[in-house]
């Protein structure tokens, strides 16, 4: 049940572009994305609620494929703030339960 | 305004014990919820409170129960400490009507000896 996230870890320059994929098994009524820096709890970013829908902020966006069960995380021209260990969060169509994906640790190095 | 804050920030017990850590949701949040994570995992989902009642609850054994106060605040209570309860303990808060949008607290970090 709980969602699968890729890659498990990258590393990016400064500037560089990534994404990374969350799938699950289970039919999803909204996908949310958290960072987490070491040693801090998890920070909101964004949540999508509607297949297809697209959202973003800064240089940071996602999507959501309602029908493939599938989210995907855009970062651009990343920063150095941007490293730390990203988590999907999803909620399933029926219940209020959230599953936290596997995680995919994201280092920017300078 | 403050955010979500919890405590205490680290606790050690034995196995065995009991242990209680506390949440006080960000003002104008109503929904708490518990999460547990080990090292280098993800947050597992423990239960859910709203209006004072536990409303949604992941697989946690009964070990593990919860309370919500009038005021929104939040307990975790964990009985007969095991050496796997160790891990940050999550609280996050959501606003009135929007549950699904979740805020995070520091985190209480147990470890059982």
Redesign the interface.
């Known amino acids: 049940q709980q969602p699968v996230q890729s890659p498990q870890a990258v590393i990016l320059r400064e500037g560089e572009d990534a994404v990374i994929n969350c799938s699950s098994s289970k039919a999803l009524y909204s996908v949310h994305w958290y960072r987490q820096k070491h040693g801090e709890a998890p920070v909101f970013l964004m949540i999508l609620l509607k297949g297809g829908e697209q959202k973003g902020h800064d240089k940071i966006s996602a999507s959501f494929n309602e029908k493939k069960q599938q989210s995907s995380l855009y970062l651009t021209a990343s920063q150095l703030s941007y490293s730390g260990t990203y988590f999907c969060g999803t909620q399933r169509a029926t219940g209020n339960q959230f599953y936290f994906g596997t995680g995919t640790s994201l280092t920017v190095i300078p | 305004d403050a955010g979500v804050t919890q405590s205490p920030t680290h606790l050690i017990k034995t196995r065995g014990q009991q242990v209680t850590l506390r949440c006080s949701p960000k003002s104008g949040h109503d929904t708490v ?1 518990w ?1 547990q994570q080990a090292l280098g ?5 423990i239960f ?1 409170y709203y209006e004072e009642e536990e ?2 609850r ?1 697989n946690f054994p009964d070990r593990f129960s919860g309370h919500q106060f009038p005021n929104y605040s939040s307990e975790l209570n964990v009985n007969a400490l095991l050496l796997g309860d160790s891990a940050l303990y ?1 609280c996050a808060s959501s606003p009135a009507g929007h ?9 209480t970090r147990l470890t059982v000896l």
């Not at chain 2, 995992?41 to 989902?45: I, V």
């Not at chain 2, 549950?99 to 985190?107: D, K, T």
């Open positions: 919820s999460y995992q993800g947050p597992q989902f859910q409303r949604q992941g999550l549950w699904n949008e979740q805020f995070f607290g520091p985190g």
